[in-house]
């Protein structure tokens, strides 16, 4: 695999076109090729022998993973600065096999009330017939908050640093430092970061996982996770997907890894237009809130400044006062952003949200919803607001 001179590093950019790619051993073809792979056969049984004692390493069985997909992983983990990444078949697929890894019947897991919704259902629908216990804690607790709703039986602390519907911004080293304290491990949802505005391992995290559907394939057209582990979690990582039997496609790995050699630049353009647009609906007079991090207005901004190196493409924004009718007229006029429920392709997109919650009420139910910026030129997305502003105050 292609990598920097001995002693030399590259920077980002350089990293994510050339990471995953050997044309030296490919007929110099610069893109790995596709594997279709069930079967693995081998020469000898001492062979077979050698490959099955580092199965994590040897191509032993396609749902083990193939040259395809070890190159997307590859690619990832360069981004997040991990031990080792595993992909898996969605983002969703990544929070249940992580979280998996870590809890067995009895214990207890604090999850943030900010969490995605499905993150919430896997608790409370799924671990809980298990015999696993959640508590939702505040988004914006500090350390000693959390050192107190530690109990002996937590395992893991779940963050999704931004909330990726009110985008409060958590104080993830603060966190880390009191679950480590206690032996408890750290799970980030990165995924609004794109692995490339936060690196959640400087700052303690122990496995961070991602909707590589979003920011990573970049083209709204295959679902992919990842889990990146360090060097103490990935054995038990591993062990869990082995056991649940997670795989990825090798057309949707080449798809992911297709993605990587794109995304610095895609992000950064993600991230100029969002901020403008967000600064103009600052300025309306429909709005109250722009929940976005790069914002004062955003819960935990002062995190987002001293963590964070960038913003990607998502944010809300809480409406001074609305109805179901004035909402849906906004929706149904904008012709840019359409309405869906994922983010992080080219697209521009648009969704009302409304936010569950366990542990501190959100402020804005019924008023807020959420904008995926996505790669069109900002001033049309910008008439097309306006646009839809005028629709949602005829309404009113
Ligand atoms: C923050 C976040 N995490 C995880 C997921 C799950 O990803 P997937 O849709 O690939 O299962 C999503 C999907 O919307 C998400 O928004």
């Not at 044309?23 to 110099?28: I, N, Q, V, Y």
Request: proline content about 5%.
């Amino acid at each position: 695999m292609k990598a920097p001179r001995k002693g030399g590093t590259w920077k980002r950019d350089t990293l994510l076109g050339h990471v995953g790619s050997d044309p030296e051993h490919e007929f110099g073809i610069i893109n790995p090729p596709v594997y279709h792979a069930s079967t693995v056969a081998f020469p000898t049984m001492a062979a077979q022998h050698e490959a099955r004692k580092t199965p994590n390493d040897s191509f032993v069985y396609g749902r083990s993973g193939s040259p395809t997909s070890f190159a997307f992983e590859e690619a990832v983990n360069a981004l997040e600065g991990g031990a080792r990444t595993i992909c898996v078949g969605s983002g969703l697929a990544a929070i249940v096999g992580a979280m998996l890894a870590f809890v067995s019947q009895g214990d207890h897991v604090l999850v943030c009330d900010s969490s995605y919704r499905p993150t919430r259902n896997l608790c409370e629908n799924f671990l809980k017939r298990f015999g696993v216990n959640t508590s939702y804690y505040d988004p914006l607790i500090d350390g000693k908050g959390i050192a107190a709703l530690i109990r002996p039986e937590t395992k893991v602390i779940y963050v999704e640093s931004p909330g990726s519907h009110s985008f409060e911004v958590q104080d993830v080293p603060a966190i880390c430092e009191a679950a480590h304290k206690r032996g408890v491990k750290v799970i980030m949802d990165n995924t609004w970061s794109a692995g490339v505005f936060f690196k959640p391992f400087e700052h303690g995290v122990d496995v961070s996982v991602h909707a590589a559907t979003k920011y990573f394939v970049g083209h709204s057209d295959t679902m992919l996770g990842t889990i990146t582990g360090t060097t103490e979690t990935i054995d038990a990582l591993f062990d869990s997907i082995h056991v649940l039997g997670y795989n990825v496609a090798p057309d949707d790995a080449y798809l992911g890894l297709r993605g990587m050699r794109t995304l610095a630049v895609r992000i950064k353009r993600h991230e100029t237009s969002t901020l403008k647009v967000a600064e103009w609906l600052a300025g309306r007079p429909e709005i109250e809130r722009i929940l976005h991090p790069a914002f004062a207005s955003c819960p935990g901004h002062e995190f987002w400044k001293r963590d964070f190196t960038g913003s990607s493409g998502l944010f809300s924004v809480v409406l001074n006062k609305a109805t179901p009718a004035a909402i849906e007229a906004l929706v149904d006029r904008l012709e840019l952003f359409a309405l869906g429920g994922s983010w992080g392709g080219f697209e521009s997109l648009v969704l009302p949200t409304n936010v569950a919650r366990s542990a501190v009420p959100f402020a804005g139910d019924g008023r807020c919803v959420r904008f995926h910026v996505g790669l069109e030129n900002p001033d049309d997305l910008i008439e097309d607001l306006g646009e839809g502003l005028a629709a949602f105050n005829a309404k009113l």
